[in-house]
């Protein structure tokens, strides 16, 4: 699923999803994000932070900080990573969309509840580190 999330195949993280929930109920932090960077990719931003949400809520008490560190990682990094697998004629689009429905996705995470502070201004500019 993680890889699926990096090149930008939201219908194969769905698949993988849908085998994957036959068999384990229970979704690991790079599941989850998985997850998220998929309805991210389908532009559904919202639904990305319900995902998330619901991760945070079913995860155990240990490992609830690494949710931060996950999330400032797919604001960092995921956006240039996703884009520069893309075809050339798709970035400008997916890089727009992204550059928009992440700073969504955030907002929609504190006004459920989940207040997790991470820094937008680290969002990725894919355009500038991408030739």
């Known amino acids: 699923m993680d890889f699926a999330a990096k090149v930008g195949d939201s219908q194969s993280i769905w698949h993988i999803n849908s085998l994957r929930g036959r068999s384990v109920k229970h979704y690991t932090l790079a599941t989850g994000f998985a997850c998220a960077k998929g309805s991210l990719l389908d532009r559904k931003p919202e639904n990305a932070a319900d995902k998330i949400k619901l991760l945070y809520e079913h ?3 240990q490992k609830k900080p690494f949710v931060k560190d996950e999330l400032e ?19 400008k689009e997916l890089e727009e969309a992204l550059m928009k429905d992440i700073p969504t996705m955030v907002d929609c995470l504190t006004k459920s509840g989940l207040d997790i502070p991470v820094e937008l201004d680290k969002l990725a500019t894919p355009q500038l580190q991408v030739a």
């Open 59 to 61: 995860l155990p008490d």
């Open 73 to 91: 990682k797919l604001i960092a990094g995921w956006p240039t990573e996703v884009v520069k697998r893309q075809k050339k004629d798709k970035r």
